[in-house]
Structure formats: C-alpha cells, structure tokens
C-alpha cells in the first residue's frame, strides 16, 4: 500500500476534480507522491480526450462580454445537458471568454493559442475534458467592433446556460428599440445585414432555382421575370435581417424600425448551440 493521507487524496481531487476511485488509484501507481499522481491523471485525460475526438457535441452553452471597442461572443459545445449547465464546465466558458475578450482573438484558430491561466485555451478546454468527461470543443467565436453594443442571451431552459446568443452592435440612442431586434435576430435567425450584403453567386443559384420552379410549374413566360423577382425578394427576407419583417410587428420591415427609433446596425452576430 502506497503511503500517503487522506488530505493527500483531498488536494489531488480537489485539484483535478477527478472521482475518489481514480485518484486513489493514481495515488497508489505514483507511490504516494501527489506530483506524480496529478501527472498521471492529466495523461490519462489527454489519452481519453483522443478517443472522444470523433464524437459529437451537441450541448453546451452561449456566452459574451463587452469591452469598451468590441464584444466578444462565443459558442463551448460539450456532448451531454448534464456537463452543460454543470459548475465547471460554465466556469469553464467564463475562463475562455474572457482570455478571447481580452485577447482581441478572431478566430478559432487564434482563440485556442491565447494564454489562459497557466497554459492555453486549448490546454485549458482538454484539461476540463478530462475531468469533465467529455468532448469539449471552442466551436465558433466573433468579435464585433463598434461603440455600443446590444446582448441578447436566450436560455432555452431555465436549468441550462443561454443556448442562443445575439450581439449587435449599433448608432443610435433607443436601447429598448435596439434590443428588441437583438430579439428578433435570436429568432429569425438572418445570415446577412442588408440584402447587398449576400453574395452574389448565392443570390444568382437562388434566381436559376425560382426560375426553374416557375417554368415547372407552367407559369406563362411573360410572367416570369416578375415572378421570379418577386421570389428572390422573398429569399432576401429569410436571409437579409434588414428586409425581414419585424418580429413584434409583421406590418413593419426591421428597417423601418430602426430608422423610426434612429438607430443604424453595424454589426451582428447570432449562435445557436449545436447549429
């Protein structure tokens, strides 16, 4: 029987927030030494995070934060609702949020290098893998630059963290305007600010597709051209959020809106967990 404590074995699931079996057991293997045993049950985890890499995550949580030139929002994803919305994995969220926030970081990529506590973000997510059980992964994060900024954090359910997460960032004075459609994004979900804003080739497939519906459908020739405008208008408003139709009022376009209350949009962000 390896000689160590039970404050031993204390401090090391206390550091690692493993269970009381394994870290009995890496306790046992490192032969009472509490450096080694901690060694052991990270490489542990490590070998463990390997074998999770092909499986999917579908969990996970939405969070952002403000500075004074950007916000920041991001999406952690992990496999289960049970790990979602437990302690550590929301610290967890908290801890990577603001490394990126304070990083300016952009993308993935730059994301998982930022430093973070004593290593990286990346160590940081396998690290909690390990304890935690599960594939985690930062799947997406965007910086939206700008003066004023308008958070909308949707929870789906009141025992998980916010699964929908919209940033907008905008000129203007009304908060309560700006925020409803922070709202409607999360909701409506547009790909794009303004229809000029939708690539062109993806405009041009939606035209070919409508066009070859309407002749499909025996629509007369001479007709056509108006027909099929009028369907790639109706594309504009899925994808487009200026030219959607408000949320709280159908009659009224979010342009219009915003151009009542005095606001102008300069950018925005939405995730959705496991979207």
Request: negative net charge; proline residues 3%; charged residues 30%.
């Amino acid at each position: 029987m390896a000689d160590f404590s039970l404050e031993d074995l204390k401090t090391l699931r206390e550091r690692l927030g493993t269970g009381m079996v394994d870290s009995k057991n890496a306790l046992v293997e490192a032969g009472g030494d509490l450096e080694k045993a901690t060694e052991i049950l990270r490489l542990k985890g490590a070998k463990s995070n390997a074998k999770r890499s092909d499986r999917s995550t579908s969990e996970g949580l939405v969070a952002a934060v403000e500075s004074a030139t950007a916000t920041t929002l991001i999406e952690l994803a992990c496999e289960t609702d049970f790990v979602a919305k437990s302690e550590k994995f929301i610290n967890l969220g908290n801890l990577v949020l603001q490394a990126l926030a304070d990083s300016g970081a952009e993308t993935v990529d730059m994301a998982l290098a930022t430093k973070a506590g004593s290593g990286t973000v990346e160590s940081a997510i396998s690290e909690e893998a390990a304890i935690l059980g599960e594939k985690i992964e930062l799947r997406r994060i965007a910086r939206i630059p700008g003066d004023k900024f308008s958070v909308y954090l949707h929870r789906t359910s009141k025992d998980l963290p916010p699964q929908v997460g919209v940033v907008v960032s905008y000129a203007g004075d009304d908060t309560e305007t700006i925020r409803s459609v922070a709202q409607h994004i999360s909701f409506a979900d547009p790909q794009y600010l303004s229809k000029d804003d939708v690539p062109s080739d993806l405009v041009d497939n939606e035209r070919r597709i409508v066009e070859e519906i309407s002749r499909g459908e025996g629509k007369p020739d001479a007709a056509l051209p108006k027909i099929v405008e009028g369907r790639v208008g109706a594309y504009f408003k899925q994808v487009a959020l200026l030219e959607q139709d408000f949320a709280k009022d159908n009659k009224l376009s979010v342009s219009k809106v915003l151009a009542d209350a005095g606001l102008t949009i300069t950018g925005f962000a939405r995730f959705k967990v496991g979207a």
